[in-house]
């Protein structure tokens, strides 16, 4: 294994995990169910579908924003916002910081969204041209705001330091943690709390992509068996939501409080494909280009990675793309690494996908266990390569490769190593 000697000043590592997602609340809860290949998918419940085509998604039916925020205040939070404070929460103890945080300089936040509170937004429209009145919500302006999440999460921890939120699409989550790993390194915070987060299962979102045709509709009475990455009847990507936050700490720092490490931020990139708003790169480039380059970063060997997690998001061009661009970076050695995804059984959770898919792979690191690609029935012929179907492998990982590519051709790259 060849990485990157760092000074501990420079070496950023990570103590604690929170998740909401489609599985249930907490992170032991969503590996779990990823290692025993369930689905977090089932009908719709949170509007009408009577008249859409697609009526299924990945919701996070199990969270009660009520157990992490007072009533008064929930209701005045976009649900994506309500999502960051309850993972980040979880995050926070599960680091070992005190249940009542005190305000911090040298602690920061950078957590995003692909969309923020868009439910707000469109509430508040509705009722202000209903009442035809000149005067709009108070609170609906202010909640859909993307980087509100980011913000209800520095207030409850009381984290004074660099705050941000990076809107990447689907690239969101990855992204914020490799630049809050950043801005560790560059001396500018201590510890941070970053992720990402997506709570947007409503009618409006639904209908425009089902309107970019980017969503399964044959599934509906088989919501477990819609999200099919690799696999040769895939269809579409399937609408979730949830929330991924992890807390980074300056190696030195975690070590002086001799805080639980759970791995280190070897590497990051991210990269533009440049090329069409909604459609990849068909070369791969772009995605190519991140891997390639998060590789650099950490000063890692290709045939070092011990697994990928794909960004396999069931559309039938990303799964091909993402393959070939696999099989560039590694060579020969691509088919003898693992590779699996974790949305064939969360969906696609927008902006907090690559989050969530970061905690899968610190919990392989730490437990040796690969989550399989569940309903890989019927592999499509282009994609080749050892996607760990239906059934978790213990297999020794030591250092991982986590994929993020999104919407306008955001890629971003993530390199995980053991401790």
């Keep these: 294994m060849h990485t990157q000697h760092r000074d501990d000043a420079s070496r950023v590592v990570i103590t604690g995990l929170g998740a909401i997602s489609p599985l249930g609340v907490g992170v032991p809860r969503l590996w779990d169910g990823l290692i025993h290949a369930e689905s977090g998918i089932g009908q719709i419940t949170q509007f009408d579908t009577s008249n859409f085509d697609c009526k299924i998604a990945g919701e996070a039916s199990g969270f009660e924003p009520t157990a992490f925020i007072p ?50 937004a469109d509430s508040g429209t509705t009722d202000f041209r209903a009442r035809n009145s000149g005067r709009g919500k108070p609170f609906a302006l202010a909640a859909s ?7 209800y999460v520095s207030q409850y921890l009381k984290a004074q330091g660099p705050l941000a939120s990076i809107t990447t699409a689907c690239a969101t989550g990855g992204q914020n943690i490799g630049e809050a790993t950043e801005i560790i390194r560059r001396g500018a915070a201590d510890i941070m709390i970053a992720g990402g987060v997506e709570g947007l299962v409503t009618d409006f979102i639904v209908a425009g992509f089902a309107g970019m045709r980017a969503m399964p509709t044959a599934y509906n009475d088989n919501p477990e068996a819609a999200s099919r990455p690799f696999d040769r009847d895939r269809s579409g990507f399937v609408l979730s939501e949830g929330c991924g936050a992890v807390v980074l700490e300056r190696y030195s720092h975690a070590k002086a409080r001799n805080a639980p490490i759970l791995a280190e931020v070897l590497g990051y990139a991210a990269s533009a494909d440049a090329y069409h708003i909604a459609k990849p790169d068909p070369s ?13 970063n950490a000063n890692v060997d290709p045939a070092s990675i011990d697994y990928i997690n794909a960004h396999g998001s069931s559309t039938p061009i990303n799964d091909v793309l993402e393959t070939e661009a696999i099989k560039r970076v590694f060579g020969q050695t691509a088919y003898e690494i693992p590779v699996s995804s974790t949305k064939s059984m969360l969906g696609h959770p927008l902006g907090g996908s690559g989050a969530l898919e970061a905690i899968a792979c610190i919990q392989s690191l730490n437990t040796r266990i690969i989550h399989p690609t569940k309903n890989l029935d019927h592999p499509d012929p282009k994609c080749d390569l050892d996607y760990v179907p239906h059934t978790a492998r213990d297999h020794k990982t030591k250092l991982i490769l986590s994929n993020s590519f999104g919407l306008g051709g955001q890629n971003a790259c993530l390199v995980l190593g053991a401790i």
């Design 71 to 120: 009533a008064n205040e929930a209701r005045r939070m976009a649900r994506a916002s309500q999502l960051a404070v309850a993972a980040a929460t979880e995050a926070w103890h599960h680091a070992g910081f005190a249940e009542n945080p005190t305000s911090n300089e040298r602690l920061g936040v950078m957590l995003g969204c692909g969309m923020g509170g868009w439910e707000k």
């Design 284 to 296: 791969g480039i772009g995605a190519e280009r991140a891997m390639r380059w998060a590789l650099a």
């Design 145 to 151: 705001l993307p980087n509100m999440p980011a913000f």
